[in-house]
């Protein structure tokens, strides 16, 4: 029905208040709204540190938690710091970690600062008896990475690295597939990243602008296989059961030639027991393909992307049993058969998986991390993703960097990724 014209500029100047809202950062994290399964207790009381963007993205995913209170969070740059205050209008801010680990109540620390800064907060917050949440890498430096896990190890507290694969619904729903030997004899992995970006952010001033490109400087990065293909190597090495032997790298800067000291386009292979091969490769040339790791075995294959999967069998293999209830879906010109993540949710409502529900996991993996992670400190679940984990995935992933730097084949002992 049309609006009398008062009650039409009213309406009007509503719509715009809350689309200024909605555009803000504080009324994107208000506009999601709560998953209602999760968590049952007590809240847990916690705080940020690092409120660049992804501990921006870490405090709207928290923002849908009702089982999470952030306290407090801090950034030693003034505009990082409000931004993260508008998005958790209760918390309180501080330019420095050592106020924030101190603050009375607090019972948990989430460290989000750019990598090469995790260790100082992260070993503050244990030695104040906090549970700790640490981004990964664990750092950038083999040196560091141990010396914060070894602390963690030690540490009372509950100790959970930011692989959040580890806490992927689909990419648990399909390891045990996995673990049931359908791949039949594993024969090579192929792994690929890509996405169109330089990596460089401007700032204003020079001094910030040195500071907040740090994943450009030789000194402060890991590289592409430090900061995304950790979590891909992750996923392949719990598929494998094993740890690589050897990594050989290449890299070379061909789209960004800016003066960088790390490449925008790198290639890794990853040397696993019994011949099989995880070829990766990852650019900020091109976002063609996207990202995606591809096992291919003797009876099936098996293609992930971050919250798809298919399974694409062999002429020749057997029968599972289950392909009757399976959705398909055409993938690399092939007849896959969907991984639908929920799909034992699916069967305990006596539904078939294939033909109801998305087949998406509908929890995004980041929050599904810091479910563990509340489940680890309240209910004294196993960490997920623990200290040994932790350090592991990231010592692969800084041997990936060294091997592409160089151009070497580095091998790995395994007594090198033990604490």
Same mark, same amino acid.
């Given at each position: 029905?049309?609006?009398?014209?008062?009650?039409?500029?009213?309406? #009007?100047? /509503?719509?715009a208040q809350s689309s200024a809202l909605l555009m803000s950062a504080r009324g994107l994290a208000l506009a999601q709204v709560p998953v209602e399964e999760g968590p049952k207790g007590e809240p847990l009381r916690l705080g940020v540190v690092g409120c660049g963007p992804w501990g921006?993205? +870490? #405090? /709207?995913?928290?923002a849908r938690a009702p089982w999470v209170q952030v306290v407090a969070v801090c950034d030693r740059y003034p505009p990082f710091l409000k931004r993260a205050q508008e998005l958790a209008p209760a918390a309180s801010g501080f330019a420095g970690h050592a106020a924030l680990v101190g603050l009375a109540g607090l019972e948990a620390v989430v460290v989000a600062t750019p990598s090469h800064m995790h260790r100082e907060p992260a070993e503050a917050a244990l030695a104040a008896g906090k549970h700790v949440y640490c981004e990964a890498p664990l750092a950038t430096s083999l040196e560091e990475a141990r010396a914060l896990a070894l602390a963690a190890k030690a540490a009372k507290?509950?100790? /959970?690295?930011?692989? /959040?694969?580890?806490?992927?619904?689909? =990419?648990r729903h399909v390891s045990k597939f996995v673990r049931s030997g359908v791949l039949g004899t594993e024969a090579q992995v192929t792994a690929r990243w890509s996405r169109k970006d330089s990596w460089r952010r401007a700032a204003p001033s020079a001094a910030r602008e040195a500071e907040i490109n740090?994943?450009? $400087?030789?000194?402060?990065? $890991?590289g592409l296989p430090g900061e995304v293909g950790l979590h891909q190597f992750d996923v392949v090495t719990r598929y494998m059961g094993a740890l690589p032997e050897a990594v050989t790298g290449f890299g070379s800067?061909? $789209?960004?030639? &800016?003066?960088?000291?790390? $490449?925008?386009?790198?290639h890794c292979v990853l040397d696993y027991p019994k011949g099989v091969r995880l070829a990766w490769s990852a650019t900020l040339a091109s976002s063609m393909a996207g990202a995606f790791t591809l096992f291919q075995g003797s009876n099936s294959s098996l293609m992930l992307r971050e919250t798809r999967g298919w399974l694409i069998k062999e002429a020749d293999s057997p029968l599972l049993g289950w392909e009757v =209830?399976?959705?398909?879906?055409?993938? #690399? &010109?092939e007849a896959g058969i969907a991984m639908i993540a929920d799909a034992t949710? +699916?069967?305990a409502a006596g539904e078939q998986p294939g033909k109801v529900g998305s087949a998406e996991a509908q929890k995004p993996p980041l929050l599904l991390a810091f479910e563990d992670f509340y489940r680890s400190v309240r209910e004294g679940a196993p960490s997920v993703c623990g200290p040994l984990e932790a350090f592991q995935a990231t010592a692969v992933a800084i041997l990936a960097h060294q091997a592409s730097r160089t151009g070497e084949r580095i091998q790995i002992a395994r007594e090198s990724l033990q604490l």
């Open positions: 029905m049309p609006h009398p014209p008062g009650d039409r500029r009213g309406f #009007l100047r /509503q719509v921006r993205e +870490i #405090l /709207q995913t928290l507290s509950v100790f /959970q690295g930011g692989v /959040q694969g580890r806490s992927n619904a689909l =990419y740090w994943r450009l $400087a030789a000194a402060s990065s $890991a800067t061909v $789209a960004w030639r &800016d003066g960088r000291e790390v $490449a925008d386009t790198v =209830y399976a959705r398909k879906e055409s993938v #690399l &010109d949710k +699916i069967l």
